[in-house]
């Protein structure tokens, strides 16, 4: 089993940044790949970024130049950087884990990101 605890979520005004982190935990040796996801209330799960243990990251169009994911493979943990937070990044992110074998991968609990305008 693989164990996801996310932090850092928040309530902030528009053009402020909130970082969020998201530490793995168990049976993680195959472990190849983390991501971050989203929901905004209303909406389907959506991709926001992901990264390899190698880091290297992909984003999504809406988010690229303004967030940034990285990795600590020390510490088994994902961060998402996420600056010139606008209302609509408004969502409830959740961490992905990857791994092979892992099938579809295992998800962390969510964390509340409000962004007020």
């Known amino acids: 089993q693989v164990q996801l605890v996310e932090s850092g979520g928040g309530s902030v005004q528009a053009g402020e940044s909130l970082r969020l982190s998201c530490a793995a935990s168990?049976?993680?040796?195959?472990?190849?790949?983390m991501g971050w996801y989203r929901r905004a209330p209303g909406k389907q799960r959506e991709l926001v970024a992901t990264?390899?243990?190698?880091?290297?990251?992909n984003y999504v169009d809406p988010v690229k130049g303004r967030f940034t994911i990285s990795i600590d493979n020390a510490k088994n943990t994902i961060y998402l950087q996420m600056n010139r937070l606008k209302p609509e990044d408004t969502a409830v992110y959740y961490c992905?884990?990857?791994?092979?074998?892992w099938g579809l991968g295992y998800w962390g609990q969510g964390t509340q990101v409000t962004v007020s305008s």
């Open positions: 990264i390899t243990r190698g880091a290297i990251a």
């Open positions: 992905l884990a990857m791994g092979t074998g």
């Open positions: 168990g049976s993680i040796s195959n472990m190849n790949a």
